[in-house]
């Protein structure tokens, strides 16, 4: 496991401090190759495959077949890049390309239902049946993980205005973020009761304390609420409705018997209960009382598509879904829109 940005030395590739998906820092530049579940930079994503497998895995990319995940509203032109870089630069000899949504719902032993996911960039409700995504049903939010950081960070600091910027690096505000946030079952009510707030103290490395009341559930509400972050989109509750009921009404009950929760933020404490809450309300308001939604949160989630990819992958019927070397020498990358369609 390891971090999706790399630092590459800037007089090897000119950066501009505006230019998208990079920072400068201390002469090198900090390259995030994915934005909202999209790869926006394919030379660090290059960068990013080649030091997972060459110096985290240490194995010979020629060797070994690669299965990739995407995002479920992530562009066809992205899948013939990756074919491209696969094939071209690390020269592998197969690869698969699979929608994260799929991946998730495969990790707990279903191909059919409605994959909810929550991660670091975006978040998603895909429709599954059968195991091809439902695409024209597929809701996105751009709120995710690292929004909800930049906001707790901004919380923070209101809330401790001696509290000095460089006292709050990411990597510590995402540390508190996952150890002391939790979903509110009943936010407005939270919001003006402070009794009812969960008031704790934590002291950082420098020594700086730092004292949280309403910020732990104010944190991850925009999941919710994403109008907090000035989002014109519906929270992930709605979406994931919205997305039901964008699918024939002959498969609906049986693709909400299978709600899978995915991603590290819905790791949040009090999230699946939220989404329980807020989803038996919407069926109750929008004439849909009958319809049950039947939710699967498991302990692993934050890494769902990562185990569902292992699992597919293993399968002794998956081997001849591998598009090969041949294959891509012969048709091209256009090939991928045909394969994994």
Not at 153 to 176: F, G
Not at 182 to 200: K, M
Not at 240 to 245: D, R, S, V, Y
Not at 312 to 329: D, I, K, N, P, V
Request: proline share 8%; hydrophobic share 40%; glycine share 8%.
């Amino acid at each position: 496991m390891l971090k999706s940005s790399s630092l590459m030395p800037s007089w090897d590739r000119p950066v501009l401090p505006e230019a998208p998906g990079c920072e400068l820092a201390g002469g090198v530049a900090r390259a995030h190759p994915i934005k909202h579940g999209v790869v926006v930079d394919w030379d660090a994503m290059e960068g990013l495959w080649e030091r997972l497998m060459v110096g985290g895995l240490q194995v010979h990319p020629e060797q070994w077949p690669v299965l990739v995940s995407d995002s479920p509203s992530a562009p066809p032109e992205g899948r013939e890049k990756a074919a491209e870089l696969l094939f071209e630069a690390l020269t592998v000899p197969a690869c698969h390309m699979a929608s994260t949504a799929l991946l998730a719902l495969c990790s707990t032993g279903a191909f059919s239902g409605l994959a909810v996911e929550a991660g670091a960039g975006v978040c998603h409700a895909t429709p599954i049946y059968a195991g091809h995504s439902w695409q024209k049903a597929t809701f996105r939010l751009n709120v995710a993980g690292s929004s909800l950081s930049r906001y707790f960070r901004d919380l923070l600091m209101a809330t401790s205005p001696d509290l000095q910027p460089q006292a709050l690096p990411r990597k510590t505000v995402t540390h508190l973020k996952k150890r002391c946030c939790y979903v509110s079952l009943d936010f407005q009510g939270d919001i003006c009761n402070p009794a009812r707030h969960r008031r704790a103290c934590f002291c950082l490395s420098n020594g700086c304390c730092v004292h949280l009341g309403s910020e732990r559930f104010r944190c991850p509400e925009p999941l919710f609420q994403p109008s907090l972050l000035d989002h014109p989109e519906p929270g992930l509750p709605t979406l994931a409705f919205q997305a039901l009921q964008k699918i024939p009404i002959t498969l609906r009950a049986r693709l909400a018997n299978t709600v899978v929760l995915a991603g590290g933020s819905t790791l949040f404490p009090g999230f699946v209960e939220r989404m329980n809450l807020e989803l038996e309300a919407l069926c109750q308001r929008l004439g849909h009382p009958a319809l049950k939604l039947c939710l699967v949160a498991q302990p692993g989630r934050g890494t769902a598509v990562w185990t569902g990819g292992s699992m597919m992958a293993s399968l002794q019927s998956f081997q001849c879904r591998w598009m090969t070397r041949a294959m891509y020498e012969e048709y091209g990358p256009f090939l991928v829109r045909k394969v994994f369609d």
